[in-house]
């Protein structure tokens, strides 16, 4: 008996580390918006771990997830399609309104303010992750859970 429990006391903090991912995502969500168009989803990914990177998106509301990022080129604001995005050891990393950001392409189903649904993001060493976005109003710089604002490049408070 006393063979097992040592043998169990060894393995115990070895399968705690294996079930924990250094990657947290968190402040999910989403703006209101019409099937057939397309959506955006807004987060923050916090890695206590070594180097990942974060390599693609998907959900079963959008044909097609990918990475986006606005840019100002010469006065013009375009987007342009960004392939990965590297997430730092204990550094936080944001996706949010005129900045970096997941597009969803040709939404299956309209997202009103107050819905939620899935997505899924995949790391290069963390695997797959999925969130629940939670959708507010359409034109929202906010997360709708909570009450601060989130700061806006380039616009005035």
């Known amino acids: 008996m006393s063979r097992f429990l040592a043998t169990v006391l060894i393995l115990l903090p070895a399968m705690a ?3 924990s991912n250094p990657i947290k995502v968190d402040q999910v969500w989403s703006r209101a918006a019409i099937a057939g ?3 955006v989803v807004y987060l923050s990914i916090t890695n206590s771990g070594p180097t990942d ?3 693609g998106a998907s959900t079963p509301i959008a044909a097609m997830a990918g990475l986006h990022q606005t840019i ?3 006065g013009v604001m375009k987007m342009r ?3 990965s995005m590297p997430i ?3 550094r936080t990393v ?3 309104p005129q900045g970096t950001h997941i597009m969803l392409m040709d939404l299956k189903q309209s997202l009103a303010e107050g819905d939620s649904f899935p997505i899924t993001l995949t790391f290069e060493k963390a695997g797959t992750i999925t969130a629940e976005a939670k959708v507010a109003k ?3 710089t906010v997360a709708p859970m909570s009450g601060m604002s989130m700061p806006v490049p380039g616009r005035k408070p």
């Open 138 to 140: 359409a034109g929202a």
């Open 81 to 83: 399609s960004v392939p």
């Open 94 to 96: 944001t996706l949010a």
């Open 53 to 55: 990177t974060l390599t």
């Open 88 to 90: 730092e050891p204990g």
């Open 17 to 19: 580390l294996a079930g």
């Open 72 to 74: 100002n080129d010469n």
């Open 37 to 39: 168009h397309e959506g």
